[in-house]
Nanobody, 126 residues
Framework: QLQLVESGGGLVQTGGSLRLSCAAS????????IGWFRQAPGKEREGVLC????????RYADSVKGRFTISRDNAKNTVYLQMNSLKPEDTAVYYC???????????????????WGQGTQVTVSS
């Protein structure tokens, strides 16, 4: 069974950092583009960053440029989201998603993805 599991969420103060992990089971991530998304209460799910299957291509939402980075360790079948300089507006449930592709690209549109994790809550206090 293909499964993505996010972890690492929690409560942090403004300006703090968190690292989220997205671990895959039932399949190997090395042929999947991976995206991180977030959804705040009452808002639509938005793409934050993505990384191609080999890690050579990434896309970032303007709202997180310079603060968030994405990386992957295919040997560990895990993708990471490093979040620095967190702001209260970053508060949301964060999801990772996977899309099988032979293209060395990724996309931060939610419609590109086939598999989703259950999400992890990130709360940034002011």
């Amino acid at each position: 069974q293909l499964q993505l599991v996010e972890s690492g969420g929690g409560l942090v103060q403004t300006g703090g950092s968190l690292r989220l992990s997205c671990a895959a089971s039932g399949f190997t991530l090395d042929s999947y583009g991976i995206g991180w998304f977030r959804q705040a209460p009452g808002k639509e799910r938005e793409g934050v960053l993505c990384i191609s299957s080999r890690g050579g291509y990434m896309r970032y939402a303007d709202s997180v440029k310079g603060r968030f980075t994405i990386s992957r360790d295919n040997a560990k079948n895990t993708v990471y989201l490093q979040m620095n300089s967190l702001k209260p507006e970053d508060t949301a449930v964060y999801y990772c998603a996977a899309h099988s592709t032979s293209q060395l690209l990724c996309d931060i549109s939610r419609y590109w993805y086939d598999y989703w994790g259950q999400g992890t809550q990130v709360t940034v206090s002011s």
